[in-house]
């Protein structure tokens, strides 16, 4: 079974600092999806940033970026100019490329809080 | 993406008794997902629910406790039976993307429960 592991509960970082957020995982899967989701207080799950596991180019969504490296089954998530509205909980989450039928396997999530 | 709504938002209920849990989504899927979140902790798989077949359910989650309904392709019922305090958590209801998004999930706002 696959597992997502996070290996920082908790994590903070000052404003318009940059912050990275650490997650590996264990699959073995050779073709699959890894998420960054942020879970703000409203516990609404939004979805940060998306890496196919065939594309060897790390993701980018304005501010947010990974740093993919499959062979080391690390996913890490880094915010730059960080932004109160950051502060969350993020998760990084793991799926077989299967369309749409198999569920997300989820890490224990770190708690980012972002100091003005 | 889809656009997804729970009924209700928060509810706290007595002990013994049950409550249900509306899922409505804006456009047809064939897998739903249901999660549980117990406070400060991540999410956690209840079951599967496609349409015109049984759920299915995660290791340590029965039917009886968790009755799911999935009358159509747009919406779905989760009911916690016989509640006590251990199950005060947040439950999301969760589909698979279609189209470019296929392999995404998406969340609805989750339902807070309290026990009492």
């Known amino acids: 079974a696959q597992t997502v592991t996070q290996s920082q509960p908790e994590m903070s970082v000052q404003e318009a600092e940059t912050v990275t957020l650490s997650c590996t995982y264990d699959?073995?899967?050779?073709?699959?999806?890894l998420f960054w989701y942020k879970q703000p207080p409203s516990r609404q799950m939004i979805l940060v940033i998306r890496?196919?596991?065939?594309?060897?180019q790390n993701a980018t969504e304005n501010r947010f970026s990974v740093n993919f490296q499959k062979a080391a089954k690390s996913f890490s998530l880094k915010i730059s100019d960080s932004q109160l509205g950051d502060a969350a909980m993020y998760f990084c989450a793991y799926r077989d490329r299967n369309s749409g039928n198999t569920p997300l396997v989820f890490g224990k999530g770190t708690r980012l809080s972002v100091i003005a | 993406s889809a656009v997804i709504s729970q009924k209700p938002s928060r509810d706290i209920c007595q002990r013994g008794t049950s409550l249900t849990i509306q899922c409505q989504v804006d456009s047809q899927v064939t897998m739903m997902f249901w999660y549980r979140q117990q406070p400060g902790q991540s999410l956690t798989l209840i079951a599967t629910a496609n349409q015109g077949s049984e759920a299915t359910y995660e290791s340590g989650f029965v039917i009886d406790k968790f009755p799911i309904s999935r009358p159509n392709l747009t919406f779905s019922t989760l009911t916690v039976s016989n509640m006590s305090p251990e199950d005060s958590s947040i439950y999301l209801c969760?589909?698979?993307?279609?189209?470019?998004?296929?392999?995404?999930?998406?969340f609805g706002p989750g339902t807070r429960l309290t026990v009492t």
């Open positions: 969760s589909v698979g993307g279609t189209g470019t998004g296929v392999y995404e999930q998406y």
């Open positions: 699959t073995s899967e050779s073709d699959y999806y």
């Open positions: 890496q196919e596991a065939y594309k060897q």
